[in-house]
């Protein structure tokens, strides 16, 4: 059986610079942005990373270091939920927070020359036209919006479409379902939990674990594959056995709160992500043709790969 665990590649150097920062005064504090790539190499294609509530450029060193070392450029903001900058409940900001995200997303794009110029010699080693949008949790949702998902208002009306065409791929990770079945608390407090996914088609891979109960859902784990089920560009669904929602430890390496800490889970994602992107992207398609392979194989015990 093909392997399933890819860890760093250590005959390839990464560098990583931050705080990149773009000048934002309209946001009320300017995005600092983290920049990964390898040392050595030309043609990189590009992750732009959106991170799960609360965290910031500095998390998912599991999953950024192994991207980088096999040859991508990620670049992760940090959004205004981070517990970096402080931002509560009472600032006039937070329930537009959902939006400013998205917004951060676009400004990374549009000035992806000013950000890679911020590490010596990288500009001129980047394949501009292989770019692939990541997202944890919220950062799922967030980068959901830039593949195609919208999200209905009150209403009952869907807001404003935001796919971004310079994005030709993603993957989503524990990303939440429809709002059909939220909690009272998540419906009053988190407007933007109420996704459309029909409009979403960009190929993009969908990560759950199979043990992720949120308390902001009456439904089980079965929630967060909504958007496998429901999006015409959700290509795969990737069901990883026992995972809770930080799905074996993906936002760093000994995080403390997490709850079901597995190096191996967090191997296979690492695994399976870069094997989809880089077929997704033109890069090669052996490695997610042997991803699929494995996944397939009597005596799996990791997870299961569903495609369409």
Do not use: C
Not at 41 to 47: A, H, K, N, W
Not at 80 to 103: C, F, K, M
Request: hydrophobic share 40%; glycine share 10%.
């Amino acid at each position: 059986m093909t392997s399933l665990s890819t860890t760093v590649d250590a005959r390839r150097p990464i560098i990583a610079v931050k705080p990149v920062v773009l000048p934002a005064p309209e946001r009320g504090d300017d995005l600092q942005i983290r920049v990964s790539a390898p040392a050595t190499g030309t043609d990189l294609p590009v992750i732009v990373f959106s991170h799960g509530f609360s965290k910031s450029m500095s998390a998912y060193d599991p999953l950024v270091d192994v991207w980088a070392s096999h040859g991508f450029v990620v670049v992760q903001p940090t959004h205004l939920d981070s517990a970096t900058l402080g931002v509560t409940p009472e600032d006039d900001r937070y329930p537009d927070i959902w939006r400013t995200r998205v917004s951060d997303l676009k400004r990374v794009l549009d000035d992806l020359d000013d950000v890679l110029a911020s590490v010596p010699g990288l500009s001129d080693r980047v394949d501009r036209d292989r770019i692939a949008a990541v997202g944890h949790s919220w950062g799922g949702q967030s980068v959901g919006m830039l593949l195609g998902a919208r999200v209905i208002g009150a209403d009952g009306r869907t807001g404003p479409d935001e796919t971004d065409p310079r994005i030709t791929a993603g993957v989503l990770l524990a990303t939440t379902g429809t709002g059909e079945e939220l909690t009272p608390f998540a419906a009053e407090n988190f407007a933007f939990m109420r996704p459309d996914f029909s409009g979403l088609r960009t190929p993009s891979l969908v990560v759950a674990g199979d043990h992720d109960q949120s308390l902001l859902s009456t439904r089980g784990p079965d929630w967060f594959t909504d958007v496998y089920r429901l999006a015409p560009g959700a290509q795969s669904l990737l069901t990883v056995f026992g995972g809770e929602h930080s799905l074996g430890g993906i936002h760093g390496y000994l995080a403390a709160d997490t709850t079901d800490e597995n190096p191996q889970r967090v191997a296979l994602i690492a695994h399976a992500t870069l094997a989809y992107l880089r077929h997704a992207l033109g890069v090669d398609d052996t490695s997610w043709t042997d991803v699929q392979a494995a996944l397939s194989a009597p005596g799996t015990d990791l997870g299961r790969l569903e495609s369409r």
